[in-house]
């Protein structure tokens, strides 16, 4: 009898284990794609944040090479992603009773375009935002910057990995 169970768990095992390889804790799936390039995208925004281009790019590129199997290169990549910053604006959003802003909304929209050479069909040109509110009294500098970038950032790339390789 303690064969038999022993025997019964070490089937159950095996099946589990066989069962969990195929599955991505990342949801994505890049298929047959081997190679990643994410060019530089410029701020094409009104208002230009000087940090911003360099960090969206780097952003990108760390979320994809942590998340996936795929080894970043500078041209002829698998799955290609080119773009913009097209927006960067801050709006008062609530107000006091004496009529100033006590509340301002930082966004950025991001203007992507991913070419996946092996599935056509997967391609597509698009627009994602996000943004941070913060308090009207503190400026938008130091760690009120940093503490939007890092909100709007992680969101906005995640919804650009989402749509690219996850299909959400």
């Known amino acids: ?27 994505g799936s890049t298929g047959d794609a081997k190679t ?4 530089f995208f410029p701020n094409q925004a009104p208002l230009v944040e000087p940090t911003l281009s360099q960090r969206f790019t780097q952003d990108l ?15 002829n990549g698998d ?16 107000a006091t009773a004496n009529q100033t ?8 929209t ?5 070419v996946n050479k092996l599935v056509e069909k997967d391609n597509f040109e698009k627009q994602f935002s996000f943004y941070s509110d913060f ?4 400026q938008l500098t130091g760690g009120v910057l940093e503490s939007a970038l890092d909100e709007i950032l992680e969101r906005i790339i995640q919804d650009i990995f989402n749509a690219s390789v996850a299909k959400w």
């Open 1 to 27: 009898m303690k064969k038999y169970l022993i025997l019964l768990f070490a089937i159950i095992s095996t099946f589990s284990f066989i069962a969990c390889g195929a599955y991505s804790f990342t949801g």
């Open 36 to 39: 990643l390039q994410v060019d």
């Open 61 to 75: 590129q760390d979320l994809f090479t942590r998340q996936t199997n795929l080894t970043l290169t500078k041209s």
């Open 79 to 94: 799955l290609y992603f080119s773009g913009e910053i097209i927006n960067y604006r801050v709006n008062p959003m609530s």
């Open 101 to 108: 802003a006590a509340q301002n909304r930082l966004t950025i």
């Open 110 to 114: 991001v203007n992507v375009r991913f």
């Open 135 to 138: 308090d009207a009294r503190s």
